[in-house]
């Protein structure tokens, strides 16, 4: 099965951007494709910090490794991906009747590392869970590898801080809602009925 790529620009193909790419862009982009197509990206759940009393440990697990593999079409693969990450997550929660929301703000690291970063917000936790690709950004210094978060609001870990801005609106994205939404609401369904207790 041939790949999807999504190009970082609007107006160049996935092979157009890389022709006027930095030589150390196109070795990163080399190596995320090898990678899928050897089936060795890593997921979330591997590192996940979990301390959620919501849905259970498996679903959770699942969830977001299903939403990370989603976004992982990038060309660049997920490290930018933290506002899809984090609509299609809230979406699936949402769906299944948990109340979630987008929170857009800054993150700052325990190396003084910050940016601008997504992740999801429910009625008491948060959900931080794209975190284990931020390697793969350049613009990340090397080994901060903070780990996948969901759980308690108040049981953050220590490595990082999440401030939302206040009245920040998440732009719109046409591939979480026409390709990857439909995608990712057929799996929720699917993996409830195959599995009673994932809720």
């Known amino acids: 099965m041939e790949l999807r790529e999504i190009s970082p620009a609007e107006n160049a193909t996935a092979e157009e951007f890389l022709q006027v790419a930095y030589p150390e862009q196109r070795k990163i982009a080399e190596r995320i494709r090898k990678q899928k197509q050897n089936g060795e990206r890593t997921l979330p759940s591997a590192t996940l910090v979990d301390d959620s009393v919501l849905l259970n440990h498996e679903f959770r697990k699942a969830l977001i490794d299903k939403v990370a593999s989603l976004v992982d079409e990038n060309l660049f693969g997920r490290s930018e991906m933290c ?40 009625k008491d936790e948060i959900v931080d869970a794209n975190t284990d ?3 793969e950004n350049p613009v990340v210094p090397n080994g901060l590898t903070p780990p996948p978060y969901w759980g308690s609001m108040f049981n953050v870990p220590k490595d990082r801080k999440l401030k939302p ?35």
């Open 83 to 122: 506002q899809q990450f984090a609509m299609l997550l809230s979406l699936a929660l949402n769906h299944i009747g948990i109340y979630s929301k987008v929170m857009l703000g800054k993150a700052t690291y325990s190396n003084g590392f910050s940016w601008v970063h997504y992740w999801v917000a429910t």
């Open 133 to 135: 690709s931020m390697a």
């Open 165 to 199: 801005k206040s009245n920040a609106k998440t732009p719109r994205d046409t591939d979480v809602k026409d390709i990857w939404w439909p995608e990712l609401k057929e799996w929720v369904s699917q993996y409830n009925n195959s599995n009673p207790a994932g809720r």
